[in-house]
């Protein structure tokens, strides 16, 4: 498999947020900076590759073997729970400011459904363990990519005259539709 295509094809063509639409609540919540954004997209990616690599050791090697792979979904939350947890201690003594501003979504990347949605998808897909690990980091590029896409033009709104009925959330929604259309002419390329 050639991994260029298989990049493009996790970051512009499947993206987490615009075709399979998991994280939305981060996305959401977290894009209205920059700066903000960035930083929750990079705490995003290195757990969903943390955790793909994780999941992937944890299937192969503990459930199937033990004949539980009934016990996927609550064995990867397991997983996520213990590095976000890793996360938010790190960001809480080398980086308060970020960690504040992040608020309750940084713990809240442990039911961030896109982050169990790679883990699962590596499962069901069959991907070794270097696929695994890729589709984790590129989806989570994907991710990345849109929440700060999503942050510099909800920062660009805020300058401008919108309805008032539109101001806010109304917009955002309006906005992602608008950049999910946008990424689905990304679908023939891969």
Same mark, same amino acid.
Request: aromatic share 12%; with cysteine; net charge positive.
């Given at each position: 498999?050639?991994?260029?295509?298989?990049?493009?094809?996790?970051?512009?063509?499947?993206?987490?947020?615009?075709?399979?639409?998991?994280?939305?609540?981060?996305?959401?919540?977290?894009?209205?900076? #920059?700066?903000?954004?960035?930083?929750?997209?990079?705490?995003?990616? =290195?757990?969903?590759? *943390? !955790? %793909? &690599?994780?999941?992937?050791?944890?299937?192969?090697?503990?459930? #199937?073997?033990?004949?539980?792979?009934?016990?996927?979904?609550?064995? =990867?939350?397991?997983? *996520? !729970? %213990? &590095?976000?947890?890793?996360?938010?201690?790190?960001?809480?003594?080398?980086?308060?400011?970020?960690?504040?501003?992040?608020?309750?979504?940084?713990?809240?990347?442990?039911?961030?459904?896109?982050?169990?949605?790679?883990?699962?998808?590596?499962?069901?897909?069959?991907?070794?363990?270097?696929?695994?690990?890729?589709?984790?980091?590129?989806?989570?590029?994907?991710?990345?990519?849109?929440?700060?896409?999503?942050?510099?033009?909800?920062?660009?709104?805020?300058?401008?005259?919108?309805?008032?009925?539109?101001?806010?959330?109304?917009?955002?929604?309006?906005?992602?539709?608008?950049?999910?259309?946008?990424?689905?002419?990304?679908?023939?390329?891969?």
């Amino acid at each position: 498999m050639n991994i260029f295509l298989f990049m493009i094809s996790c970051i512009l063509t499947n993206n987490f947020i615009f075709s399979k639409f998991l994280g939305c609540c981060p996305f959401l919540g977290v894009s209205s900076k #920059v700066e903000t954004a960035a930083s929750m997209g990079l705490a995003v990616t =290195f757990v969903m590759t *943390i !955790a %793909s &690599l994780f999941a992937y050791a944890v299937n192969t090697w503990v459930l #199937v073997p033990l004949h539980l792979e009934y016990m996927q979904t609550i064995a =990867f939350i397991l997983v *996520i !729970a %213990s &590095l976000v947890q890793f996360v938010e201690m790190f960001l809480k003594k080398s980086m308060p400011a970020l960690y504040s501003a992040l608020g309750i979504y940084l713990p809240l990347i442990t039911t961030n459904c896109a982050v169990l949605g790679v883990a699962t998808l590596n499962v069901k897909e069959g991907y070794n363990m270097l696929f695994s690990v890729l589709n984790g980091t590129f989806s989570a590029l994907g991710f990345l990519l849109a929440i700060v896409l999503m942050a510099g033009v909800r920062e660009r709104l805020e300058s401008s005259k919108i309805p008032q009925c539109m101001k806010g959330f109304p917009i955002s929604l309006v906005i992602a539709g608008l950049m999910a259309v946008a990424f689905m002419g990304f679908n023939g390329m891969v």
